[in-house]
């Protein structure tokens, strides 16, 4: 498996898509229910190439992520050869990027002394879909750019 398997909620959620991968290898409900009954193993590996499958095309299409932290927020811009980034920092302790007081803190205080904004770019290390499912992982979530783009028009000003 090249990521990881989709949680028993994602799987629903796909419930359609599921059934479909299944068609496509000739597979009916009825089979599958046997398939499940009979030889777990191979029901198991089916997921996981289903897994891999979805993961690919999610990560395939991701353009922008957001990771946040306590006194960190990392937005990242996950283009075709390199994932550009910038990196929000309070400098002061006490705020925290992980509820609403602390976005409406940097609101207020994006322009001062209190704020460091750290602007990077790096080629991937790796493959550009396992990269990006990597930081994934980590607690990046995907986005649709928003803030990266605001925040890029700030720093570009």
């Given at each position: 498996?090249?990521?990881?398997?989709?949680?028993?909620e994602?799987?629903?959620?796909?419930?359609?898509?599921?059934?479909n991968?299944?068609?496509?290898?000739?597979?009916?409900?009825?089979?599958?229910?046997?398939?499940?009954l009979?030889?777990?193993?191979?029901?198991?590996?089916?997921?996981?190439?289903?897994s891999?499958?979805?993961?690919?095309?999610?990560?395939?299409?991701?353009q922008?992520?957001e990771?946040?932290?306590?006194?960190?927020?990392?937005?990242?811009?996950?283009?075709?050869?390199?994932l550009?980034?910038?990196?929000?920092?309070?400098?002061?302790?006490?705020?925290?990027f992980?509820?609403?007081?602390?976005?409406?803190?940097l609101?207020d205080?994006?322009?001062?002394d209190?704020?460091?904004i750290?602007v990077?770019?790096?080629?991937?290390d790796?493959?550009?879909n396992?990269?990006?499912?990597?930081?994934?992982n980590?607690?990046?979530?995907?986005?649709?750019?928003?803030?990266?783009?605001?925040?890029?028009?700030i720093?570009n000003?």
């Amino acid at each position: 498996m090249k990521y990881k398997r989709l949680t028993k909620e994602q799987q629903e959620a796909l419930h359609q898509e599921f059934s479909n991968f299944l068609a496509s290898q000739a597979i009916d409900k009825k089979e599958w229910d046997e398939i499940k009954l009979h030889k777990p193993q191979v029901a198991e590996q089916e997921l996981d190439v289903f897994s891999d499958l979805i993961w690919e095309g999610v990560l395939k299409s991701a353009q922008f992520l957001e990771h946040f932290s306590k006194n960190h927020i990392f937005l990242f811009h996950c283009q075709e050869l390199q994932l550009r980034s910038i990196i929000l920092k309070s400098l002061d302790a006490n705020v925290d990027f992980l509820n609403k007081n602390g976005l409406q803190w940097l609101s207020d205080n994006i322009f001062t002394d209190n704020v460091e904004i750290i602007v990077g770019k790096k080629e991937y290390d790796q493959d550009r879909n396992e990269s990006i499912f990597k930081l994934i992982n980590e607690g990046a979530i995907l986005s649709d750019g928003q803030l990266y783009n605001q925040v890029n028009g700030i720093v570009n000003s």
